[in-house]
């Protein structure tokens, strides 16, 4: 009988994290190079689960910590065709554009640096991805002052002209 868990993923300090779902064993080479192309300076580890042959993680990266970081998490999770990013030094939104375009992306389902459960259901040896709780719920409403302290810290990380 199928179960759902949830299963929650340990992202390194000061790190952000894309977790997806890929499918063929060139995908850690081609995530380290889209990465690579996107952002050179840096530093990250890739993991990828196959689902099928002898099933290990493969992974890729220029930092050692954040490698074995996400293969001891994608190991966690357990599910077959998953892929685990933990980035520093960049944000997910300076990479997501070539990750998508990486041939063997097949979905993306979070990238963030908040905490992170994954839904997982298991029927036996598998295990599938259904969802992710990507940290908390809405507080409230943004009013006048929090639209400006938004604006003002996108400017401030430089991703909107002054």
């Known amino acids: 009988m199928p179960e759902l868990t949830l299963v929650s993923i340990e992202t390194p300090v000061d790190a952000n994290m894309i977790l997806g779902h890929a499918h063929f ?5 081609d995530l380290y190079e889209a990465i690579m192309n996107s952002v050179p300076n840096a530093k990250f580890g890739v993991a990828f689960s196959e689902a099928s042959g002898p099933r290990l993680v493969r992974s890729e990266g220029n930092d050692e910590a954040l490698k074995r970081a996400a293969e001891r998490e994608l190991m966690k999770l357990g599910c077959g065709h998953a892929f685990l990013i933990f980035l520093a030094g960049a944000y997910p939104i300076n990479l997501l554009r070539d990750v998508r375009a990486c041939v063997e992306v097949c979905a993306i389902h979070c990238a963030t640096a908040n905490p992170v459960k994954v839904a997982v259901l298991r029927d036996g040896e598998a295990g599938a991805i259904v969802g992710v709780l990507d940290g908390l ?4 409403i943004e009013g006048p002052a929090e639209a400006r302290a938004r604006r003002d810290f996108v400017r401030k990380i430089g991703y909107k002209l002054p």
């Open 137 to 140: 719920g809405p507080a409230g």
């Open 25 to 29: 064993i060139k995908t850690a080479e």
